[in-house]
């Protein structure tokens, strides 16, 4: 759970703003969406397997 302590004389839009961060940064939303349904672990290995070679053609290609 993600908790922002608001302190004396801060104004709400700099706390939301923290809130925001540490909200991305626990990655809550991709947890939920990634445990809605599941997925086989052979279906979750080909899909880690074909984003990196995505990757690597990328990284190729810039050089």
């Not at 993600?2 to 626990?26: H, Q, T, W, Y």
């Amino acid at each position: 759970m993600v908790k922002v302590n608001i302190k004396d004389n801060e104004d709400i839009n700099r706390a939301l703003k923290r809130f925001k961060k540490k909200f991305e940064k626990a990655q809550v939303i991709r947890t939920y969406r990634d445990n809605t349904y599941y997925t086989k672990k052979s279906v979750t290995l080909r899909e880690e397997k074909l984003k990196a070679a995505y990757v690597q053609r990328l990284k190729s290609k810039e050089l």
